[in-house]
């Protein structure tokens, strides 16, 4: 991993991979990759967001307390 990804926590387990992603890519910018983990004994989950440009990361960055599905991000 390298400075275009951030890690992101307190992800609604009701929110799809494909929310997390256009999520970040309507705020953020293009998202490269993203992998999103969790199981059945956690009430969220976490993601690692690699984006395209590293300034997309950096906003990201600024998206913790935002609410995805009923939760705000970390």
Not at 45 to 66: D, H, K, P, Q, W
């Amino acid at each position: 991993m390298c400075a275009r990804t951030i890690y992101c926590t307190n992800i609604d387990k009701k929110v799809s991979q494909a929310d997390v992603k256009l999520f970040f890519e309507s705020i953020c910018g293009e998202v490269y990759r993203l992998r999103l983990l969790g199981d059945y004994q956690h009430n969220t989950r976490i993601a690692f967001v690699e984006f395209v440009m590293a300034e997309s990361a950096t906003a990201a960055l600024n998206c913790s307390g935002v609410i995805l599905g009923s939760l705000p991000i970390r």
